[in-house]
């Protein structure tokens, strides 16, 4: 990636994106911002809960207020990360073009990087006007274990491919877990567990009274 020369004209902020379901945030996501604002010089890194999540159908996400609320608890002792309500606030599915559109409007002075796990990049095509994604930002894709990293074909100079530290944490997993009775400790921050354990997700019956509540909180 080239990276910004003396009298190229006004500097452009470089701003990363990391869009997710967030539900919960874990320390996965949080490696691979911080990884790509490394590697990539990135002024700032935007965490964008979706708003509803058209492909994760067939299983019921938690309300966005909640997956909203658990990745402000995870970034905000990062000064260079933030979070964005743009796809929370917007109504219908949430599509990655609405979202660089509005952050584009929102930030002018701003080249945005979009960054995604190797699982996502691999269906990118199947995302809706796939593709006008790569006029709006530049893709990183970065490593997931259990994922084969590769371009999916998106055209030349569209997507920068990056290895990060591996953690095998997924989502799926920490819920699993929690209904489970299974700590989530270190797998998510822990304002995280503390949030999961006070407004008793993932449980497997919402009403369940048993001791503690799966998540090793108490
Ligand atoms: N452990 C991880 N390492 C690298 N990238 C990850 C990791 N977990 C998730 N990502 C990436 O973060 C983005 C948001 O992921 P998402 O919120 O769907 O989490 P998830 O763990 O994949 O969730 P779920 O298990 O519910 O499908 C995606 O681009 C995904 O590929
Ligand atoms: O634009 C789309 O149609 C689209 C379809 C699936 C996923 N995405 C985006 O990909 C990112 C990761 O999504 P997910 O579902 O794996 O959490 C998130 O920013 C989603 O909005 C986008």
Redesign the pocket.
Known sequence: MEQPQPGDGPVKKRLGVM?????PI?H??LV?ASEVASLFALDEVVFVPTGEPWQ?DGRPVSAAEDRYLMTVIATASNPQFSVSRIDVDREGPTYTTDTLRDLRAAHADADLFFI?????LEQIFSWRDAEELFDLAHFIG?T??GHTLTDPGLPAGGVSLVE?PA??????DCRLRVARGEPVWYLVPDGVVRYIDKRRLYLEDQDDHREGTGTGAA
């Open positions: 869009g997710g379901t967030f539900d874990h996965g996501h691979a994760k995604t796990g190797a699982d996502a970065v997931r274990p990060v953690l095998a944490i997924s989502s799926t």
